[in-house]
């Protein structure tokens, strides 16, 4: 039996692995945040969800392997073609670890294996956003060097409570700078 990369990107789905994300999403979502759920999902509508995401060309997907099972994942989305503007930036979204794989440094290894999928693609700035309610995603991406730059009052709603959403961004084209150089 090969040993699998803790962090690689998702071509394909290969023997339990589309089960074993679809479970850890509903772990998630059960412990307060699953790519925006609210509420476990069953399984066809994981699997059609994923499935689906990897036949869009913009959208990359990253799993985390935690003893060779699928137990959390990111995205990296990028700006349609049409977006010169923004062409230098890209998207982190939905990463999550499930509760039962946390504190084992998983989602820095995978926030660190999109940030340097991106940086070798060239591009220059990372963004993301969460609610907040996500301590901890909040906490790794300060650890990780992320700005936090704006607060929304009304990104998310949960039990017809409104929940704020913090945004981030990070420069990829400065990290090889001292700390010092690169405001």
């Known amino acids: 039996m090969s040993k699998k990369k803790t962090v690689s990107r998702i071509l394909e789905f290969e023997d339990d692995d589309l089960q074993a994300l679809c479970e850890a999403v ?13 509420r476990p999902q069953g399984a066809q509508v994981l699997e059609r969800y994923f499935q689906g995401l990897l036949l869009v060309p913009e959208r990359m997907l990253f799993g985390v392997r935690h003893k060779e099972v699928i137990v959390g994942s990111a995205q990296l989305v990028r700006e349609p073609r049409n977006n010169e503007a923004q062409a230098m930036c890209v998207a982190l979204k939905s990463l999550f670890v499930a509760p039962y794989a946390r504190r084992q440094g998983l989602g820095l290894q995978l926030l660190s294996a999109v940030e340097q999928a991106a940086r070798s693609m060239g591009y220059r700035v990372i963004n993301a956003d969460v609610p907040e309610t996500q301590r901890a995603a909040i906490q790794l991406f300060i650890r990780a060097g992320f700005e936090h730059w704006g607060t929304h009052p009304h990104y998310a709603q949960v039990d017809e409570c409104p929940v704020r959403g913090l945004f981030f961004s990070k420069r990829l084209d400065l990290t090889s700078l001292p700390l010092q150089q690169q405001k």
């Open 26 to 38: 509903n772990a998630t979502t059960i412990d307060g945040g699953g790519l925006g759920w609210v």
